[in-house]
């Protein structure tokens, strides 16, 4: 006897298949009319076509004409911070630049001097609407970094911060330690390098407090040399490894990742043919973030380039107050189609099975037997309307292992 029958859907629409999807297998999607969906222990016991379901069920939910897709899986945010970028926003609305707010100190430098004020209590309440909002437009599965604590000491506060918040929503929260910029003079630099090496690394692997390291290689942060001994200290400790690359200068960081076998590289707003091609032979996820774009006004990364070379590509949110404040998941889905060229079934792919394997997960992003029961009631019969809408939430359920969400 299966616990729960969802039933009367008008269409479940899904990747399928192991693993990471690349290029032209991104647009292959399962599309089953006038479907049922049977949920057992918080896993997918049954799917198909309503009318061939012959089990039983302890309850039936009719969905009402609804459509059904994965939960979104969300690989790339930085949910916990303290103050805001307001000024920064201003400054740049009359012709500042990103990266010169951050040199001069200020941006990236201005979150890290309000976040390390705050105990990981304090960060954790910070964080937890932003989390519920992911949530509430469709992410079922969100990574989160740490990276505005600098020091040893508020890293830490900030990954327990994450810990704590896993114990309050029912989304799989991933935390990702990353190592976000340094020091401008090199000997403090080395020694800071030094620190993360010797000490934050092992200590965070020592606790579990994360699965991977991520590194901000850029001319206003980490040089490829030094995040290639940052990763190889992540490496050794048994963490996985992700960069923030390509995203104003091509700094090497790109060819990095895919070398040091990455679960992803992020960003790639600057990102050649070249090395869209180098990617798309990698098993490396290539992760683009369309609201960065849109907020800074960059160029979009060439999300269709990198499809139509062979890769697997991810799409996130980047949620952080200074190049991305987009509280939505499938906003980021619906902004991919507009700015980085995709279509509205590689978006899901994006958005669901690659985003996972950017996350090193194979049992979400996929709604087939086995896999976990993290799904989206949409409030249309047709499942495109999730990439279409803008600035109204089409996800109407969000279920986590077989659980509606509140919403
Ligand atoms: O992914 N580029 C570096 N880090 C973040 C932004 C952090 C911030 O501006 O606060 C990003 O864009
Ligand atoms: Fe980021």
Not at 114 to 134: C, F, H, N
Not at 335 to 354: D, F, H, I
Request: proline residues 4%; glycine residues 8%.
């Amino acid at each position: 006897m299966n616990e729960l029958l969802l039933a009367g859907i008008s269409q479940v629409v899904t990747p399928f298949g192991v693993g990471p999807k690349r290029g032209a297998a991104m647009r292959q999607l399962r599309i089953v009319p006038e479907a049922a969906v049977a949920v057992d222990a918080g896993v997918i016991s049954w799917i198909g076509p309503e009318r061939e379901w012959s089990g039983s069920a302890e309850s039936v939910i009719d969905l009402g004409r609804r459509a059904v897709v994965p939960g979104l899986v969300d690989p790339h945010t930085h949910a916990v911070w303290a103050g805001d970028r307001l000024a920064d926003f201003e400054a740049r609305s009359t012709g500042a630049t990103y990266e010169e707010i951050l040199a001069a100190g200020g941006g990236i430098w201005h979150t890290i001097r309000e976040t390390t004020e705050k105990s990981s209590e304090e960060m954790a309440t910070l964080a937890l609407p932003r989390i519920e909002a992911l949530q509430r437009s469709g992410a079922t599965t969100i990574e989160v970094k740490s990276g505005y604590g600098y020091t040893l000491e508020a890293e830490m506060r900030m990954l327990e911060a994450i810990r704590l918040l896993q114990g309050r929503t029912q989304s799989r929260l991933v935390p990702t330690l990353l190592i976000h910029i340094c020091p401008e003079r090199p000997t403090e630099r080395q020694a800071y390098r030094e620190m993360v090496c010797n000490e934050l690394i092992p200590e965070v692997a020592r606790r579990r407090l994360a699965s991977a390291v991520d590194i901000f290689v850029e001319h206003h942060a980490w040089s490829s040399e030094d995040a290639r001994i940052v990763l190889a200290c992540a490496q050794a400790a048994g963490l996985r490894i992700k960069l923030h690359t390509e995203q104003f200068q091509q700094v090497g960081g790109l060819e990095l990742g895919v070398e040091m076998g990455a679960l992803s590289v992020d960003h790639l707003e600057v990102c050649s043919l070249e090395q869209c091609e180098l990617v798309a032979r990698s098993k490396t996820i290539a992760t683009i973030l369309p609201g960065v774009s849109l907020h800074l006004g960059l160029a979009a990364a060439p999300g269709r380039k990198l499809i139509d070379a062979g890769a697997a590509v991810a799409i996130g949110t980047d949620l952080n107050p200074g190049s991305s404040p987009l509280f939505s998941t499938a906003a980021a889905m619906g902004l991919a189609v507009r700015l980085n060229g995709l279509t509205a079934p590689e978006a899901l792919t994006a958005c669901t099975v690659n985003a996972a394997a950017a996350l090193g997960l194979a049992s979400v992003g996929r709604l087939e037997v086995g896999m976990q029961a993290d799904l989206l009631v949409l409030e249309s019969a047709d499942w495109r309307d999730l990439s279409y809408t803008l600035g109204q939430n089409m996800v109407c359920e969000v279920w986590v292992a077989g659980r509606k969400q509140a919403a």
